[in-house]
């Protein structure tokens, strides 16, 4: 009891003086180290960081060295150890399992641990209490902080010390303590050597300190570091942009010093990265490309500024005593760099090998990311970006010019050089290119103000000043900003609503006032679709013989003249003078075999502003007018035919034999006229002036010329579907041409028959006169005979005629049937109402 009191009564400071006296055998200078080394260890927050705490770790290492001493060993630790794991009383069993691994593993050398202590004799305060005095050293940390917390003599101590800094002494003590020192070199390696004594032990602790690499010399090689230079202790990565510290000469460095480089190389490796992407990209990047390496740049001179003051702080530590500068400061001087650099170097990591919108768009990202600096960081280096956009897209919606060499834009411009195609081809949006805080819809705007400024320049010749120059004006004065950020967005789109508004309107109101937009409309609609009835059905019958011979014997003159002559003696006449002169006659391409009627077509030429609209569409036109002109021949065909019948109905009321083919024949033409008629209500009515309407409404409602555009599209692409003439009608129109050759066969009957009908006619009113002459004595047998057989001939060619035209109808018939399928079967509804009005009594039996 009073040896316990005495030992309390006694400062434990004093107590570890006099063991540093004791190893330093009574040398002052060595004694005072020593004292700053043990209160340094004490004191360092690593002291109590040393122990392992991995549970399973520490059973695993017990199981191990149990197993090697015998089976029941092994499971009698298993026992236990399961009995602790129930206890609750227990709180840090991994501390308690690494203390019993450690006496474990200590046991082979008790005697040298007991002879060290009990070299400690000389001490009186000290012997009674040996395994006290090594238990407090690990016990906790709160209890080497009070010894600081309550005694005096440490500042005595610190300030006595010599030259040498604290915290290599610090360094250099933990060095021995943790992994260098003689207690545990014994206990991991046993040997046949005499045990170590205290003056080893002190020797080993004086070597360890002189060995050690000061941190002024680290700090030193660390600032070359930082800016990409090789040292004495560092040098750069094999194949890397990193730096690591040197096997060979960094040897001597502590673990806590290893630890704090290791930490602070990772600073040097960023700037090399950052460095890397700009001498990499400055060649060969574009502007914006170069703005983000211009903005990484900025970040590298304030790094620079901050290793500059390192650099002077560290010189004025030596040359005028200033406070120490160490590795733990230099944390504190890079740390905001090194956050800074963390977003860029990912930021530019993201960016490589991108270019343009691309760019921006793979910045614009980071914007929304959780962390406060990385906001920053991407708005700084997005606003950077941003400008030479901006200049870019400022200059197209002003001017209409691009000005990017470096294919960055957005917009991009082709070489083209047919007028009619500038809107269409010249320019349009590069998807992969569009910056992700501009929408879809925006960028046509953006595309369509462009365009519209070079139409209007180019096209239209229109030099004269844009309409609404303060908005565009206001739209100069607007930042970069605007573009990306989301208090500024609505003003930049709403300029830009303004801007494409009032470009689109000027574009329109040239193209309906005075390039007559509306006219060319009506004269495309009447000429090229038919629509002017009179014209075309007079048309039709000047062309008629000319156009009944073969494809070759024809000629284009020819087919002038005649348009000429059906132009001035109907409505056309009456027309624009212009517009009369851009309408002509033209041939397609014909192959053995075709007469006129299948090479024969109308053009109607547009060129200039409106060429844009028309111009790409002329084939289309071409097709839908071939489609119309064969429904209208066949119309005017049959009505001919009917007029035919009725003309011999009359004159060849005497021949008896020919009215039961005449019957035949007008039956099949009256279920002829009844399908033509219905089929060219649809394609008249139902699909193009149903059509038209619409087109005309979407064109009076058009914002921008890509309305019109689209209307018109759209119109033709209706017409095309209506008329059979699209991908998915191409069995139907078939069977229609097929239905038109039946009624040209029809034709060829009938006229055939009425040939031989006239010289019948003609033969029988000669016989009759010949036999009514005065003084005639009536026929002689040969006039008998010739006129028998002649009757004969034709009896034999009216049964063939009637042959033939009852299976003509058959046949049509069954072509007729499997067309109403076909129709009763399409998926458009109106093709399924016109199957029904074709055969509305169910005359055709399709089912």
Same mark, same amino acid.
């Given at each position: ?38 209160? *340094? ?7 109590? #960081? ?12 017990? @199981? ?11 499971? =009698?630790?298993?026992? %236990?150890?399961?009995?602790? #794991? ?8 991994? *501390? !308690? ?24 004799? @000389? ?86 300190? %002189?060995?050690? +690499? ?50 602070? %190389? ?8 950052? @460095? ?5 990209? /400055? ?17 590298? *001179? ?21 406070? =120490? ?76 010019? !691009? ?11 082709? /070489?083209?050089?047919? &007028? ?32 519209? !400024? ?57 193209? @309906? ?55 001035? +003696? ?10 009369? =002169? ?15 009627? /299948? ?10 502003? +409106? ?11 071409? #097709? ?68 038209? &309407? ?12 890509? /309305? ?14 209506? +008329? ?18 039946? !009624?040209?066969? %029809? ?38 005979? &010739? ?61």
């Amino acid at each position: 009891m009073n040896s316990s009191t005495s030992l309390e009564s006694t400062n434990q400071p004093d107590l570890i003086l006099k063991l540093c006296s004791h190893f330093a055998k009574n040398k002052p200078v060595l004694s005072t180290n020593l004292c700053k080394i043990a209160f *340094s260890v004490l004191s360092s927050p690593a002291a109590a #960081c040393n122990i392992t705490s991995d549970e399973q770790y520490m059973v695993i290492q017990i @199981k191990h060295i149990l197993a090697s001493q015998g089976r029941e060993s092994a499971e =009698q630790f298993e026992l %236990l150890y399961s009995n602790m #794991c129930k206890t609750n009383v227990l709180q840090n069993r991994g *501390s !308690i399992l690494n203390f019993l691994l450690k006496l474990a593993r200590s046991a082979p050398q008790k005697d040298i641990l007991w002879n060290t202590l009990e070299s400690l004799d @000389k001490f009186p305060s000290t012997t009674r209490h040996k395994s006290n005095l090594f238990l407090k050293r690990g016990n906790s940390q709160e209890s080497i902080r009070s010894i600081f917390q309550g005694h005096t003599t440490i500042k005595s101590v610190q300030s006595s010390s010599t030259n040498i800094p604290s915290s290599r002494l610090t360094t250099a003590t933990s060095s021995v303590w943790s992994s260098k020192n003689e207690f545990d070199t014994v206990t991991s390696k046993p040997s046949c050597k005499p045990p170590p004594t205290l003056s080893s032990f002190t020797d080993s602790l004086i070597q360890a300190e %002189l060995n050690l +690499v000061s941190e002024r010399d680290l700090l030193q090689d660390l600032i070359y570091s930082f800016q990409g230079i090789e040292g004495r202790f560092l040098r750069k990565e094999v194949g890397g942009v990193g730096f690591t510290i040197d096997p060979k000469t960094g040897k001597n460095l502590s673990p806590i010093q290893r630890g704090l480089v290791e930490r602070l %190389l990772g600073m040097s490796f960023l700037h090399n990265q950052l @460095k890397q992407y700009c001498d990499t990209n /400055d060649e060969q990047g574009g502007v914006i490309c170069l703005a983000l390496i211009a903005t990484l740049r900025d970040e590298l *001179s304030a790094y620079y500024r901050t290793i500059a003051l390192l650099q002077t702080a560290l010189k004025k530590q030596v040359c005028l005593d200033q406070p =120490q500068m160490t590795l733990h400061k230099a944390l504190v001087y890079i740390h905001e760099h090194r956050v800074r650099f963390e977003w860029l170097a990912y930021i530019a990591e993201q960016c490589n090998e991108k270019k343009g919108g691309a760019l921006i768009t793979a910045v614009h990202g980071f914007l929304q990311h959780g962390s406060k600096c990385a906001q920053e960081v991407s708005e700084k280096v997005l606003t950077a970006v941003c400008k030479p956009l901006y200049i870019m897209l400022s200059r197209w919606l002003l001017d209409g010019e !691009i000005n990017d060499s470096c294919n960055e834009f957005f917009i991009e411009a082709r /070489d083209i050089t047919a &007028a009619e195609r500038l809107w269409h081809d010249k320019y349009h949006v590069r998807k992969s290119m569009v910056p992700s805080f501009i929408t879809m819809d925006q960028a046509k705007k953006i595309l369509a103000t462009g365009k519209s !400024i070079n139409f209007l320049r180019q096209i239209c010749k229109d030099s004269g000043q844009m309409p609404e120059k303060d908005v565009l004006q206001k739209l100069s004065r607007t930042t970069s900003e605007s573009l990306f950020s989301p208090e500024q967005s609505l003003e930049f789109d709403s300029a830009l609503d303004k801007v494409y508004r009032e470009t689109s309107l000027r574009v329109l109101d040239l193209l @309906k006032n005075k390039y007559r937009l509306f006219e060319h409309l009506q004269s495309l609609r009447r000429y090229l679709l038919l629509g002017q009835g009179d014209f075309i059905r007079h048309l039709l019958e000047l062309l008629v013989p000319e156009l009944n011979k073969p494809a070759q014997d024809i000629y284009g003159h020819t087919l002038s003249a005649i348009l000429e002559s059906a132009i001035r +003696v109907t409505n056309a006449q009456f027309e624009d003078e212009d517009t009369l =002169q851009r309408l002509n006659v033209s041939f397609m391409g014909h192959s053995q075999g075709d007469t006129g009627w /299948d090479v024969f077509s109308l053009v109607y030429i547009v060129d200039g502003p +409106v060429g844009t609209i028309f111009q790409p569409t002329m084939t289309i036109y071409q #097709c839908l007018f071939g489609a119309l002109w064969k429904a209208k021949r066949m119309e005017f065909v049959l009505a001919t035919m009917r007029k035919q019948q009725i003309t011999m109905a009359k004159m060849f009321r005497k021949i008896k034999e020919l009215k039961p083919v005449m019957h035949v024949i007008h039956i099949l033409t009256s279920e002829m006229i009844h399908f033509l008629h219905q089929t060219q209500y649809y394609f008249l009515f139902e699909v193009l002036e149903c059509s038209w &309407a619409e087109m005309l409404r979407r064109v009076n409602q058009a914002e921008c010329l890509d /309305d019109i555009i689209s209307a018109h599209t759209v119109f033709l692409n209706s017409v095309q579907c209506g +008329v059979l003439l699209d991908e998915n009608s191409r069995l139907l129109f078939s069977q229609l041409r097929s239905i038109y050759n039946f !009624i040209l066969t %029809l034709e060829g009957h009938q006229e055939a028959l009425n040939e031989a009908a006239t010289k019948e006619y003609e033969a029988y009113m000669e016989l009759q006169a010949k036999m009514e002459l005065p003084g005639s004595y009536g026929l002689t047998e040969e006039d008998e005979i &010739a006129a028998k057989a002649r009757a004969e001939d034709f009896h034999q060619f009216l049964n063939s005629i009637r042959t033939k035209v009852k299976h003509l109808a058959q046949t049509y018939e069954q072509f007729v049937k499997k067309y109403l399928m076909l129709l009763s079967s399409s998926s458009n509804m109106n093709l399924q109402l016109l199957s029904v009005r074709l055969s509305f009594n169910d005359y055709y039996k399709i089912i």
